[in-house]
């Protein structure tokens, strides 16, 4: 069994940075891809950013220039550094593990003044 831990999210004015983690614990044989998403109330939840683990990356268009993705591959850890945050940031962000699609619980950045 697989459990991946969420950490970092908070509350942050617009213009300000955060900086998620997740941890992948248990049963860990090899890992593929890790990534985050998200989901704001009363929307679907969407793709923000995807690694694998040779470290190319992906990342939704809204994202790039601001938001990067970067893990340990040692550690089994995937981080993603937030800056220049805007309102429309605000949901609960997920972090995702393949193979097996697991999913954490999340955690809640909200971006206000």
């Known amino acids: 069994q697989v459990q991946l831990v969420e950490s970092g999210g908070g509350l942050v004015q617009p213009g300000g940075s955060l900086r998620l983690s997740c941890t992948a614990l248990?049963?860990?044989?090899?890992?593929?891809?890790m990534g985050w998403y998200r989901q704001a109330p009363g929307k679907q939840r969407e793709l923000v950013a995807l690694?694998?683990?040779?470290?190319?990356?992906t990342y939704r268009d809204s994202m790039k220039g601001r938001f990067t993705i970067s893990r340990d591959n040692a550690k089994n850890m995937v981080y993603l550094q937030m800056n220049s945050l805007k309102p429309e940031d605000t949901a609960v962000y997920y972090c995702?593990?393949?193979?097996?699609?697991?999913w954490g619980k999340g955690t809640l950045v909200t971006v206000s003044s």
């Open positions: 248990g049963n860990i044989f090899s890992i593929s891809v």
């Open positions: 995702h593990l393949l193979p097996g699609g697991y």
């Open positions: 690694i694998n683990s040779g470290g190319t990356t």
